[in-house]
């Protein structure tokens, strides 16, 4: 099995303590999300829902949240 390579966002700000989201491609059209100080977590969907996710969080579909 070959080892996960995570990419870390570009906005993480590069500091090795902050945390932020990373990227992986998994088997076939898997993607894998993880938060960097949550790393055993790991949430993995398919392209097009990563893109629609990542659409809705552009739009402000979570700020409600905050």
Do not use: N
Not at 24 to 34: S, Y
Not at 43 to 64: C, E, P
């Amino acid at each position: 099995m070959s080892e996960i390579l995570w990419q870390k966002s570009s906005f993480s700000g590069g500091d090795p303590g902050s945390a932020c989201l990373e990227l992986a491609h998994g088997v076939a059209d898997q993607r894998l999300l993880r938060e960097s100080d949550e790393m055993a977590t790991v949430l993995a969907i398919d392209s097009a829902a990563l893109r629609t996710l990542l659409l809705v969080v552009k739009a402000g579909g979570f700020d409600h949240l905050a």
